[in-house]
T-cell receptor, first 113, second 114 residues
């Protein structure tokens, strides 16, 4: 069965510092992979997606993620965090041929001024 | 296009009452999804429509839950005889057809059952 693990429930970084949020997935084939961001009381906004091809994908708001098949990982990175990046981040996997996403439990990011 | 919209944004109801939520997808999207998100968890898939056909239902969707998309546009999710365990954020998403079409989410309806 598909699953997504986000090992870090909370992460705190200082503004201007670099960020990496971890995501590991379990799936028998190459999955479709997504990162979404959710601000308090809001829906989810798509940051970036991976379907195939180049394993380093660029997204909105200066985020990028790298697909590593050997590690079953799709970690999200940002070189310099802004205070407005404070939110909850969800990694999701979508199986080819089905249309439902399986989400991780999320990582809540706090940014210190 | 203003994106996916959901109404109401918040609903407080007493246990045993019925509630109905509405989702209006992005106009050109023919796929519509419902997810449920409880506190501290990621969204969990409930059901999905392609046009007016409901093509998949999660086992999370008990007999008290019913979803419709009568004309292939907006959708409603009804919960009958609500229970406290139904308290959650109910998220709607829509997408174009095609396996690589990403889902766009609405702001959600937060349900509190007292």
């Amino acid at each position: 069965a598909q699953s997504v693990t986000q090992p870090d429930i909370h992460i705190t970084v200082s503004e201007g510092a670099s960020l990496e949020l971890r995501c590991n997935y379990s799936y028998g084939a190459t999955p479709y992979l997504f990162w979404y961001v959710q601000s308090p009381g809001q829906g989810l906004q798509l940051l970036l997606k991976y379907f195939s091809g180049d394993t380093l994908v660029q997204g909105i708001k200066g985020f990028e993620a790298e697909f590593k098949r050997s590690q079953s990982s799709f970690n999200l990175r940002k070189p310099s965090v802004h205070w407005s990046d404070a939110a909850e981040y969800f990694c999701a996997v979508g199986a080819q041929g089905t249309y439902k996403y399986i989400f991780g439990t999320g990582t809540r990011l706090k940014v210190l001024a | 296009d203003t994106g996916v919209s959901q109404n109401p944004r918040h609903k407080i109801t007493k246990r045993g009452q019925n509630v109905t939520f509405r989702c209006d997808p992005i106009s050109e999207h023919n796929r519509l999804y419902w997810y449920r998100q409880t506190l501290g968890q990621g969204p969990e898939f409930l059901t999905y429509f392609q046009n007016e056909a409901q093509l998949e239902k999660s086992r999370l969707l008990s007999d008290r839950f019913s979803a419709e998309r009568p004309k292939g546009s907006f959708s409603t999710l009804e919960i009958q005889r609500t229970e406290q365990g139904d308290s959650a954020m109910y998220l709607c998403a829509s997408s174009l057809a095609g396996g690589r079409a990403e889902q766009y989410f609405g702001p959600g309806t937060r349900l509190t059952v007292t």
